[in-house]
């Protein structure tokens, strides 16, 4: 059943489930007001800089103007303005330079890699939207490679943009584990049984992700035992020792396939990165029915460990459908609580800019028609106010979309799924456009 809404029969679509009644999304964060109380009443061991003052600045006007310089308040009804027509990247640190350790990264992309993280819940799963982000940013950069990958998907065949197969080895996320090991940006490892083995090979289109340059596998061990690598350079085994520290196996050479295979019995893999010497590394982390909220219980050793190995110039946050509800129209304990959880990403990754994506516009049914559902606004308000406490970059999603009434022209036009919440291939590509334009034009770059 659908619950009230109009949805269309696709098996992959559908993954993330159909709405109840009450306008949430089924399989969301489970227990989430616990969830917030818990994170209200803790107090964190977080050493970052104390919480930047907000901007002193004015709404804009209500028309919009091409040479209007944006400036910003929190509201819930705030509208956010367009500068040559395009969605702006809204700056909320005290000095205006949100986003400055990242324009200095691309400019080293000729000779460096440049990483982007995006974490989040299943709105880019599968790689939906990272994906076209990576494909634009590429276009004006280079890069080769996929990213990151976990050692297990329940959906292989879901994303397009590598070709994923495994045996033995299973997933453990950071909402209901207590294992140091799973604090990490991602919010996933993977474990193996003896004999476990994964391949990924390149695909052919786009042309960036056929094959990569560079392999590195994070990993720790709680025993002894060997790991035996494959690819287009040939077959190389390593025999590991028992550490609780994130160690790394790193291979250059050019390869459009990687197969990995262990002895060990729960060897723990942070994950692998599959990526060019140089260019645009976009990693795409989501957790389905994630809320964000458990990231501001991150290792900082973890997360120190495997900077040494993989760190990251942007830091991307996409949460916020999975708390959402029809009937709740204040989400301030969750900004409150994803205060903490952005503070806790910037003491792990002190290197590393970070840009809270709003999220997307959502349709509800009232009566027989679809309408946008009013508390989308109010969790946009909320990231909003999120963004501007903690002092870093925001993109509103919902607006750049069109706004009120978005959902539907999107669903109109095939580019949202038949839950009226999550993107499509298609929706992905004309969303990543509109972003990568915008964060371009907000670190002074061309296309």
């Not at 109840?20 to 999304?25: F, H, N, S, T």
């Not at 990490?184 to 476990?196: C, I, K």
């Not at 262990?262 to 994630?290: F, H, K, P, Q």
Request: charged share 25%; glycine share 10%.
């Amino acid at each position: 059943m659908t619950g009230g809404f109009i949805s269309d029969f696709n098996l992959f679509e559908d993954l993330s489930g159909p709405l109840d009644v009450k306008g949430r999304a089924t399989g969301g964060d489970i227990d989430l007001a616990q969830e917030i109380a818990e994170a209200e009443s803790e107090e964190l061991n977080v050493t970052a800089e104390e919480e930047p003052p907000v901007r002193e600045i004015e709404s804009p006007a209500a028309e919009e103007s091409e040479s209007y310089v944006p400036n910003y308040v929190n509201s819930n009804n705030f509208l956010s303005p367009r500068v040559d027509g395009e969605m702006v990247i809204e700056d909320y640190s005290p000095d205006g330079t949100a986003l400055a350790r990242f324009k200095a990264a691309l400019g080293r992309a000729a000779s460096e890699n440049v990483r982007i993280a995006v974490i989040g819940d299943s709105y880019i799963e599968g790689d939906l939207l990272c994906q076209d982000i990576r494909r634009k940013l590429r276009a004006v950069y280079g890069g080769s490679g996929v990213g990151y990958v976990a050692l297990h998907s329940d959906f292989p065949g879901f994303r397009r943009s590598v070709v994923q197969s495994d045996k033995g080895w299973t997933n453990h996320d950071i909402r209901t584990s207590r294992a140091t090991a799973v604090k990490t940006l991602s919010g996933v490892v993977s474990t193996s049984e003896p004999g476990a083995t994964v391949t990924f090979k390149g695909t052919s289109s786009p042309a960036d992700l056929k094959s990569w340059q560079r392999s590195t596998f994070i990993y720790s061990s709680p025993v002894a035992g060997n790991i035996e690598i494959k690819t287009s350079s040939g077959t190389q085994q390593f025999a590991v020792s028992a550490t609780d520290t994130p160690q790394a196996i790193e291979l250059d050479g050019h390869t459009d396939f990687i197969t990995l295979s262990t002895d060990i019995d729960s060897l723990v893999s942070y994950g692998l990165w599959l990526e060019g010497a140089n260019g645009i590394t976009v990693d795409c982390m989501s957790i389905r029915g994630y809320s964000g909220l458990k990231h501001r219980s991150l290792s900082p050793e973890i997360s120190s460990a495997m900077n040494v190995h993989v760190d990251y110039d942007l830091i991307i946050v996409e949460y916020g459908t999975n708390a959402v509800s029809e009937e709740q129209t204040d989400y301030t304990s969750y900004s409150n609580v994803m205060c903490k959880a952005i503070r806790r990403i910037r003491q792990c990754y002190p290197g590393s800019d970070i840009l809270i994506l709003g999220v997307g516009d959502r349709g509800i049914k009232h009566g027989s028609e679809v309408v946008s559902m009013p508390a989308i606004k109010s969790m946009t308000a909320a990231q909003r106010l999120t963004a501007q406490k903690c002092g870093v970059a925001f993109w509103d999603t919902r607006e750049a979309m069109g706004g009120d009434g978005s959902i539907v022209d999107w669903r109109k036009r095939g580019l949202v799924n038949g839950d009226y919440i999550h993107i499509n291939g298609k929706g992905g590509a004309e969303l990543a456009d509109m972003f990568v334009r915008s964060l371009l034009k907000a670190v002074g770059a061309n296309e």
